[in-house]
């Protein structure tokens, strides 16, 4: 009898300790979020903080007008495939506090809250026109494209932009022969005219390779992110465009690298034997140069060498035989930009 009574303790035992170790192993709650970057708009405000990987997840964003987040308290549930909010009829001049936590849904309907992320604060305003000629920050849109019509020569700046479904009409891989990485991906029609720009240089002994070919909206909004969060948003400005608005995103545009300069993502590409090769040969095959030095309060960016954008062959070299940006040539130059 003793026996099987230490036999079932022993059974007990091994359940108990087995009990313990499946909770031990029960996912913890969501980790806390932090904010890396919240912008203000006209009547309107957009954040973005770290995504979480899982098809359950879910955010939770609470806007109020006191840092104690008890007035005009507004609650926002966003799914887990987006990361960035932007809320309308919000008022201008208004001082405004945001924080947000990740919330997954168990199989049981159960809500498991993480802690919420420290708050930020921005005031609200219109963001439409600038007072000057520089172009700073995330102005407001004057128009967003929805689908591919097959223009060449479609416009994405900071004031023209793209719809986060937008996806390029005729694209194609791109062989590793002629990228950094795989999965890289053009426009067909830009992608015959790389290879052909390619195979010239390399007949002058010259090599470069594609670094950055087509974005999508999620992958230029964590690319935006990083350097919101690294390095700021007077430099992110310059440096990142805001998702939506990178002319990645089109299918046309590339960044190239090359080992003469250590396959370093600088303008020192500018001068070595690719870059000035590049510069002055890219327009026969139908690219231009599209962030040229000196030309920030049109583009809103600073000077790319590395960065080319395919517009078709008479275009480029209209465009860089007389110096313009693809603003200029189009004469759609920022609001309040004056001509000299």
């Given at each position: 009898m003793k026996r099987i009574i230490a036999l079932i303790l022993v059974l007990i035992m091994t359940f108990t300790?087995?009990?313990?170790?499946?909770?031990?192993?029960?996912?913890?709650?969501?980790?806390?979020?932090?904010i890396t970057s919240i912008l203000p708009g006209n009547h309107k405000l957009s954040v973005m903080w770290n995504k979480v990987e899982g098809d359950n997840v879910k955010y939770l964003i609470r806007i109020a007008t006191d840092e104690n987040f008890t007035e005009n308290v507004k609650d926002i549930i966003i799914k887990g495939s987006d990361n960035d909010y932007t809320k309308t009829k919000l008022v201008n001049g208004t001082k405004y506090y945001v924080k947000v936590r990740t919330f997954i849904t168990r199989d049981t309907g159960k809500k498991i809250y993480g802690n919420w992320s420290p708050k930020k604060s921005v005031v609200v305003k219109s963001t439409a026109i600038y007072k000057n000629t520089s172009i700073t920050g995330v102005p407001e849109l004057r128009f967003r494209k929805k689908e591919d019509d097959g223009d060449l020569l479609v416009l994405v700046n900071k004031y023209y932009g793209l719809s986060s479904d937008y996806y390029p009409s005729d694209m194609v891989s791109v062989a590793s022969k002629y990228s950094t990485y795989s999965g890289a991906k053009m426009k067909s029609v830009a992608y015959k005219a790389f290879k052909k720009m390619y195979n010239a240089a390399a007949d002058k002994d010259l090599n470069f390779k594609i670094c950055s070919a087509y974005r999508s909206y999620s992958q230029q909004r964590s690319l935006f992110n990083n350097y919101m969060y690294s390095r700021g948003a007077s430099t992110a400005f310059i440096l990142s465009a805001y998702p939506g608005r990178s002319e990645h995103h089109t299918g046309l545009a590339i960044d190239l690298l090359t080992g003469r300069n250590g396959w370093a993502m600088s303008n020192s590409f500018g001068n070595t034997k690719e870059g000035k090769w590049i510069k002055k040969h890219c327009a026969e095959y139908g690219f231009i140069l599209r962030y040229p030095d000196g030309k920030t309060d049109i583009t809103g960016y600073g000077y790319e060498s590395w960065h080319l954008r395919y517009v078709g062959k008479d275009v480029a070299k209209e465009i860089m035989s007389n110096g313009l940006t693809l603003e200029e040539y189009l004469d759609k130059l920022p609001p309040g930009y004056k001509k000299s």
């Open positions: 300790f087995s009990v313990d170790v499946c909770f031990a192993t029960a996912p913890d709650k969501p980790s806390r979020q932090k």
